[in-house]
């Protein structure tokens, strides 16, 4: 069958897709971009609402009541003053302190090199030359009166002596080591000779001596004085307590009786 309906135009369903993709955008702007618009305008208004109402009433405050008397303190009560203060002081060191330092300063440099330092410098060099003078006759002096005849009475005849004596001195100084070493050797033989004579008379003689005394000591003559003193004791002894004590004791008795002893 052949369509006998008029041909469609190749324009004609373009603005129904145009049409179609404009309110999908549109759908999308509106449900994404919409919110954000509105949340950026809310939130440029409510800035601008703080600042016209709280930021800049309290900035104004802060520099009308708090910032401009503080600036108006410190000025009128600290900087000028301390201005002036420190002007006064440059003033016064100016004044009172450096420029009359400075003129004393130059007047007594000028005293210096004007009046003081030429007579004080031709002193010094009057002195100096004095004090060489001094100093090369003092040299000379002590060179001619001291030194050289220090030097031929004293050092060269005591050079001279020592030459001629070192000789006889270290000959001298042998012959005496030897001697020394010789006394040495005889004292330290006589030493060792006497050592063993003593040695030997000790072990042959004394000590036999002294061990037979001490032998005769103990054994013979202590018990025989242990025995004297206890025959003693016991003759002696009983003598005395029953003879010689009764008898004086009777005789004290019978003068006493006769009056003639109190």
Known sequence: MIDSSPPRRAGEAEPEALSAGAVAARGVALVVVLPFRLAWELLVAVAGLLHRWVIAPTVWVLDRCVWRPIRWLLRHLVWIPLLWTLRVLGWLWHTLVRTPSTWLWRRLVEVWYGVLRPPLRWCGQVLARLLRWCGRGLAWLVRVVVLVPSYYLVWLPLVWTVRLLTPPARLLGRWLAALAGLLAAVLGWA?????????????????????????????????????????????????????????????REVLAGLGLRR
Not at 196 to 219: D, S
């Open 191 to 251: 030493w060792r000779t006497a050592g063993r004579i003593l040695r030997w008379c000790w072990v042959w003689t004394l000590r036999p001596v002294f061990r037979a005394g001490l032998w005769v000591w103990t054994h013979l003559l202590l018990p025989v004085c242990r025995a004297v003193d206890a025959v003693w004791q016991t003759t002696v002894g009983w003598l005395r307590r029953s003879v010689l004590e009764p008898i004086g004791q009777a005789t």
